[in-house]
C-alpha cells in the first residue's frame, strides 16, 4: 500500500516535535536536578593512608532517569603535578529518587613523604579538583566542576639542628649534644630513627648518633642527639648530614651546615 506524501510529512512533522520537547523537556528536567556536597572529611587508614570521604546528595525530580552519574576527583600540588585521583559511578538514578553516598578516595602518604622534601619540611596545600558528568534521559551530556584546596601540614616543620656543644670525657674525646627541634604541623603522630653524623671542615666524619622521636600531631619537639668524638678532630665549621628512619620508609641525607 502507497502512503500519500502528505502523510509522509506530517509523520515528519510530529517526529521532530516529539525530538524538541523530548530535549527541552530533558533538559527542563536538569533544573531539578538537586545535588550538593557535604563536608570534605579526613582520616589515616591503618596502612598510615590519607582517606578522603566527601558525601554526596542527589534529588531527582527531573521527569527522566540520570544516568552515568560520575564524579570525579583530582588532587595536585601547587605545581599541578597530579599526586592521585580515583572515580564513583552510579548507573542510574530514577526519577523521584534520593541518593546518598560517599565518594572516597585514597592518597598514599608514604609515597608523598619519600617522593617529596617539599611535604616533610613546608606546610602548603593540597588543590582538589571535582569533576561530575551525567546523562540526562541516556541522551543528553552534562558536565561541572569545582576546585577547592585542603591545607598540609609538614610532620617535620621547621627541621632544625643547633649548634654542637663539647664537654670533656678524657684528654683525646669530647661528648657532642647536638639540639634537635621542629613541628609536627601533620595530621598523623611522626615515630622516627634520627641518625646524625658529624662531618668537620675537612670534610671528615667526626662522630655519629642516633636517637629516638616520637611526636603527637600538632606537637613541638626539642631534643638532643649526643656521641663521642676525638678532641683533635674539632673545627668551628662543617656540616651534620641527617637521616630519617621510619617503618615505611627513609629519608636522607638533610645536609645542614654548623659554625
Known amino acids: 500500500m502507497n502512503v500519500p506524501i502528505r502523510m509522509i510529512g506530517l509523520a515528519t512533522t510530529f517526529f521532530w516535535i516529539f525530538l524538541i520537547a523530548f530535549f527541552g523537556s530533558a533538559a527542563y ?4 536536578l538537586q545535588f550538593g556536597f557535604g563536608d570534605l572529611r579526613t582520616e589515616v587508614t591503618s596502612n598510615n593512608d590519607l582517606l578522603f570521604s566527601l558525601p554526596i546528595n ?7 532517569n540520570i544516568g552515568l552519574f560520575n564524579v570525579t576527583t583530582e588532587v595536585s600540588d601547587a605545581d599541578g603535578f597530579v599526586i592521585t585521583q580515583g572515580s ?3 548507573p542510574v538514578i530514577r526519577k523521584g529518587e534520593s541518593v546518598t553516598f560517599l565518594h572516597n578516595m585514597t592518597l598514599n602518604v608514604v609515597n608523598m613523604l619519600s617522593d617529596g622534601r617539599n611535604y616533610l619540611f613546608d606546610d602548603t596545600e593540597l588543590n582538589i579538583t571535582e569533576i561530575v558528568s551525567l546523562r540526562i534521559a541516556d541522551f ?3 558536565q561541572a566542576s569545582t576546585n577547592f584546596s585542603i591545607p598540609w601540614g609538614a610532620p ?3 627541621f632544625a639542628l643547633g649548634g654542637p656543644t663539647y664537654s670533656a670525657v678524657n684528654i683525646t674525646h669530647f661528648r657532642v649534644s647536638v639540639p634537635i627541634s621542629f613541628e609536627n604541623h601533620a595530621f598523623f603522630d611522626v615515630a622516627a630513627n634520627v641518625q646524625t653524623r658529624m662531618y668537620n671542615s675537612a670534610k671528615v666524619q667526626v662522630g655519629e648518633g642516633q636517637t629516638i ?5 600538632h606537637s613541638p619537639f626539642n631534643g638532643s642527639v649526643e656521641f663521642y668524638m676525638r678532641i683533635a678532630d674539632v673545627t668551628t665549621s662543617g656540616r651534620f648530614e641527617v637521616y630519617l628512619q621510619t617503618p615505611p620508609f627513609d629519608y ?3 645536609v645542614i651546615p654548623y659554625g
Open 140 to 142: 543528553i551530556p552534562v
Open 88 to 90: 564513583t559511578l552510579l
Open 252 to 254: 636522607g641525607p638533610v
Open 156 to 158: 617535620l616543620y621547621n
Open 58 to 64: 542527589i534529588i531527582n525530580r527531573g521527569y527522566y
Open 213 to 217: 622521636i616520637n611526636v603527637a600531631q
Open 29 to 32: 528536567s536538569a533544573k531539578d
